[in-house]
């Protein structure tokens, strides 16, 4: 247990900088943006680590500004700016109202996201891998489920 304990603080810092990443990023025209209402989200994230036994479910809030989301790649720059840069996103897919795309952190984690928006809720899930310290890559799959609660 103690050599996963660094990747186990590498996958928990991961999941941090993805609970600003929830929304996902992506480049597109103004038109085209997730289907998602500014305010305040209540967001309930369940992590999933094979091996290993499991862990409460931990509920955050986070604020979505108008500004964030007028479209794909001001809300993009916007969570990139929260998290200072340490995950690039990539093949970013948005169709209907799923968004699906990449991820690679400066941390060495790196995975998949696919979320769907309904306005008011979105739920999604995110399936990240990074380096082991001797024992081979871990894994580690996130479930979210969220709403909007209020205004900011």
Sequence with gaps: MRQAAPALKTLL????ILGGVL???RAAS?????NIQPGNWEITIAMEMPGMPA???MTMTHCIKPDQIKDSQSFADSMQEK???????SDVKLESD????SFACESGAAGTAELVFGGTTYEGTNKITVTG???GPMTMTQHYKAKRVGDC
């Design 133 to 135: 310290r001797g024992n």
């Design 98 to 101: 799923k968004l699906s795309y």
């Design 13 to 16: 810092c991961a999941s941090a």
């Design 30 to 34: 103004a038109a085209d943006h997730p």
């Design 23 to 25: 929304a996902g990023s």
């Design 55 to 57: 862990r409460p479910a």
């Design 83 to 89: 998290n200072r840069g340490k995950c690039k996103v």
